[in-house]
């Protein structure tokens, strides 16, 4: 079998190619990366040495793409990744340039594959469900591990459509606004439907949870569990921002170690005319807040002061945390890695590593 992974040099990417080719032979597996991303660059020896083709190029250049193929899976795991994209608060990526990265680069990976019969894995994203229905949602305060305290779904009062304890099911609502970054992959979702039924192939669509690990690029706006215990273990600032100031917002958290291994599942299931689209997350029981994490992290690396900020942020969240049972109960997969686990993972490879943040920009 062939596969295409695009931005495969990135955190997720890489990982997805080093468990592939550890599962299952006879892979050959191709990377298209434009390398843009700093730290991504540290990812391609290794990555060569395990027998992968490392293509230095991008997706939003049809040329590039079309002289690699065929192939017989594509998964484009290549994406500007953070919700602040395209806003004031978002650095450097404008708003064309995250529409040109996430919308028209995958536009070309569904011409190619459409061309080549390839199946297609699209990684989505929790951010494409409805932004006032998730700030709408009925919380209450709980208190938490290590001491931590964290929001939690207020179960006494109505949910909306697609909530429950459990997490945001594949049914709650993708009504606008989801943000700019959040459109993109909405709209990658539905021109990935529109093409595999049009073509008869398979199509994978994981709306995938906050991803973490040990070697994660990680910045605040995006891979905040790696990003937050590498701050910590520097001692450089950090601050809760929002909601009162008291880090109570929360995330799941999946190493993406587990997403390959539904991926593995996905591949081998997966038939033309028969689209799949799930959540892939860490879950209800991975839920962490800021506090949480604090907490955890005072205990395993020493204390640390962090600072209280009233700045607000576009499209940030109380609470999200998604559900995937529909994944569990289409491939028997659940999240083996707990977040202890992969904190403690970060935190080694933040010790082992003290300059990780100024490699990758952190």
Not at 280 to 301: D, F, H, I, P, Q
Not at 330 to 350: C, L, N, Q, T, Y
Request: hydrophobic share 45%; proline share 5%; net charge neutral.
């Amino acid at each position: 079998m062939k596969i295409l992974i695009t931005g495969g040099c990135g955190f997720v990417g890489a990982a997805l190619c080093r468990r592939f080719l550890t599962a299952r032979a006879g892979l050959a597996v191709t990377v298209l990366d434009s390398l843009r991303r700093r730290g991504a660059e540290t990812n391609v020896a290794d990555l060569e040495a395990r027998g992968v083709r490392v293509v230095h190029g991008d997706v939003r250049v049809a040329a590039d793409i079309d002289a690699l193929g065929p192939f017989d899976w594509v998964i484009d795991a290549a994406a500007e990744p953070s919700v602040l994209a395209g806003t004031a608060a978002g650095g450097q990526t404008g708003r064309r340039q995250l529409v040109d990265h996430n919308l028209v680069g995958t536009v070309n990976l569904l011409e190619a594959a459409a061309r080549w019969q390839a199946g297609m894995v699209l990684l989505s994203t929790s951010r494409v469900y409805s932004i006032p229905t998730l700030a709408g949602l009925p919380l209450a305060e709980r208190s938490g591990r290590g001491g931590g305290a964290a929001f939690a779904l207020d179960a006494t009062r109505p949910l909306p459509p697609g909530v429950s304890p459990a997490g945001i099911s594949e049914g709650c609502s993708s009504a606008a606004p989801v943000s700019l970054y959040g459109a993109t992959k909405l709209a990658t979702e539905i021109l990935a439907l529109e093409y595999a039924h049009a073509a008869g192939t398979p199509l994978v669509i994981d709306r995938l949870g906050v991803m973490a690990g040990a070697g994660q690029f990680g910045r605040a706006d995006q891979g905040i569990f790696s990003w937050w215990i590498h701050r910590w273990a520097a001692r450089r600032p950090l601050s809760w921002i929002g909601f009162g100031g008291r880090g109570l917002q929360v995330r799941d958290c999946l190493h993406p170690d587990d997403l390959a291994e539904v991926l593995l599942s996905q591949l081998a299931a997966a038939r033309g005319g028969e689209p799949e689209l799930v959540n892939v997350s860490g879950g209800s029981v991975s839920g962490t807040s800021l506090a949480e994490l604090s907490a955890w992290c005072a205990e395993r690396l020493g204390p640390h002061d962090v600072a209280v900020s009233h700045e607000s942020r576009p499209y940030d969240l109380p609470w999200v945390v998604l559900d995937h049972a529909a994944a569990t109960s289409r491939h028997g997969w659940k999240p083996a890695r707990s977040v202890e686990r992969i904190f403690e993972e970060i935190a080694d490879h933040a010790q082992r590593h003290p300059g990780w943040l100024d490699r990758c920009g952190g």
